[in-house]
């Protein structure tokens, strides 16, 4: 017993080392766009997570705004009250700061959320195309080549339109950003579909599905604990970049106003409050929710370009 116990943390330290001294980690290592990239949006999301702890002011209370801060320039101390904001406030007197932080809570849930259940529908469509075949499969591509020769924005229109229509009145603003991931979860998941059913072809051909086949092991068995785990890595990349895709999405929505509701702003909102007061001279209103929304997307785009190369050994 105490050998065992002694072994255990030279166990844990040899762990550690071999997957210090990955090819992986070697890699991010190498890459410093990376390495900014991971830095970048681990300290977004963390802001984004903790903003109640960080943000100076909550932006949505009402019991806290004062009108006479409105339009405070940034930096520079109130002519009424003598307050300074970071980031100046806007036509109510919101922080701008805090608003930002707020409002990247919602940008990063509804892109996070709305990429996992893209990913989940696709994987599942995508496994049983490529593994059942026959009628199975032409239906559920014709359908992804169909939904393809839109735009993926006019196809989340489309749906959150649907789909806000028949939620009641009273759950509408309840319900705005669950409808926001579902539509667009079910524009973004023909790309993941696409590319698991061209690796599950690929794969349901090889030995080891076959030994399974010859043991008794079930379709259902097969695909998730043989095939899937085998074409995870393009999927994981795939994940990656449109995550920026659907932040962006979502930004798009509510600048249109038809995605977040004004009681819960997410960056696109913001962008689209700042945009009506951009040539009355407010500048900040709209430049530093729009810079914030270009950084934390442009960051997510590099640091998936770069898990694309330290995955597919052909581009390394």
Known sequence: MADSALNTPAKERSRLRVALDSDFVYQFKKS???????????????????????????PFDPASLNLMNGFSKPM??????GETFWLGTDDQGRDVFSTILYGMRISLFVGAAAVLFAMVLGITLGLIAGYVGGWVETIIMRVADVQLTFPAILVAML??????????????????????????????WVQFARVVRGATLVEKNKEYVQAARLIGRGSGAIMLRHILPNVLSPVLVIATISLALAIIAEATLSFLGVGAPPTQ??????????????????WWILLFPAVTLLTLALSV????????????????
């Open 301 to 316: 785009n590099l640091l998936g370009d770069w898990l694309r190369d330290a995955l597919n050994p052909r581009l390394r």
């Open 159 to 188: 749906i959150f339109g649907v789909a806000k229509g028949i939620t009641p009145v009273e759950y509408r603003d309840q319900m705005a950003i669950w409808v926001l991931i579902i539509a667009i979860g079910l524009s973004d």
């Open 32 to 58: 410093p766009v990376a390495i900014v990239s991971a830095v970048v949006v681990l300290i977004m999301v963390f802001c984004a997570l903790f903003a109640p702890l960080i943000a100076p002011f909550n």
């Open 76 to 81: 520079e101390p109130n002519a009424f009250t």
């Open 265 to 282: 702003p997410s960056l696109g909102t913001l962008i689209r409050i700042g945009q009506g007061f951009l040539f009355s001279g407010e």
